[in-house]
């Protein structure tokens, strides 16, 4: 995780690691439709790698960034729980 | 066969429902219920559905007796609705598709209505009536559009009642619109309250101040009974729609209607709209609460109609929208 401050600034990367590329592009693609609200100013970048999620945040306000950080752990988490939940029965 | 599982959770119900043909092979449900005098919030409806989204469909599954290999296809709503439940049921809906190798059909929510209630009641062709906490529609299909007749022009008739609820304190559980249902068979009097019809459209939110501004003034006076508001509330908001539906039907030269949305399941509603039918020599075509409020097998069922003609959308199309009118979606489904 890396986070930087300049004037009126904020930047903020985090690498999730997953077992396989295949979890790593499900994720991405679950989780990347959805545009972040115009309102906020804040840019949210996602990219696979062969066995990592990378996500980068550009932003001009601090409390947007929290607030868009919060809720895609949330959702993070939700598509890491249900992979965990019904992956199986599709590698049969 | 085409099996397709369902996903919806554009308010605070959660539903996953799994459709084989026409056939509801499940349809598990759980509501998210605030105290008396609350209103659902986004934030918290989204948390509850998040809580609870991965036992439901796993009780889908299961009460279905498939296995995800026996699923064709996987529909969920895209919309319209609140912003955070409809992403947390999307999130699972984009994983499972992925996960087991299925394609996706984002489905307009009013559409499932639509078409749910087509299915379970048999109506060929209706003016369709559609009314929740969220929308109030008088609806007609026309050359591959279910075209808007009529409309609030403020805000939904559920939420008038849902609102109204909030405000005398009637409990949420199991929802607002059946406890003002079951005081409103207690009712005595009528309370005169205004009637707003404009052309083929409705509104409910003068209708809803002025009953906010003197509900407590009448019941603390002992002018009325709470179960006197709750009557002619519904009296007053039901011949309104009774009024529009009528008109749409005969503008269309229609004899059916259907009625579809979590307050079509009212009775009164139904009993006012079956009046009306049958001085035109029309038919009345309802549902009960396990298909009118929302649920999983409806979202299964137009997700079914699409995904038949061909209809699937790719993961970087399946983003969410609050606003998704019904004449926005292109019925390549029916003739």
Known sequence: ?92 | MTVVIGFEGSANKIGIGIVRDGEVLSNPRRTYITPPGQGFLPRETAKHHRGVILTVLREALDEAGLKPADIDCVAYTKGPGMGAPLLTVALVARTVAQLWGKPLVGVNHCIGHIEMGRLITGANNPTVLYVSGGNTQVIAYSERRYRIFGETIDIAVGNCLDRFARVIKISNDPSPGYNIEQMAKKGKQYIELPYTVKGMDVSFSGILSYIEDMAHKMLNSGQCTAEDLCFSLQETLFSMLVEITERAMAHCESQEVLIVGGVGCNLRLQEMMGVMCEERGARLFATDERFCIDNGAMIAQAGWEMFRVGQVTQLSDSWITQRYRTDEVEVTWRD
């Open chain 1, 1 to 92: 995780m890396a986070s930087s401050i300049s004037d009126n600034h904020f930047e903020l990367s985090i690498e999730v690691p997953f077992p396989s590329q295949r979890e790593v592009s499900i994720a991405l693609q679950s989780l990347s439709p959805d545009r972040e609200p115009r309102a906020g100013g804040t840019i949210k970048t996602l990219s696979a790698s062969a066995n990592a999620l990378s996500v980068k945040w550009n932003a001009v306000e601090a409390r947007s960034l929290r607030v868009s950080v919060g809720s895609f752990l949330d959702h993070l988490a939700l598509v890491m729980e249900t992979m965990d939940a019904f992956g199986q029965p599709a590698l049969q």
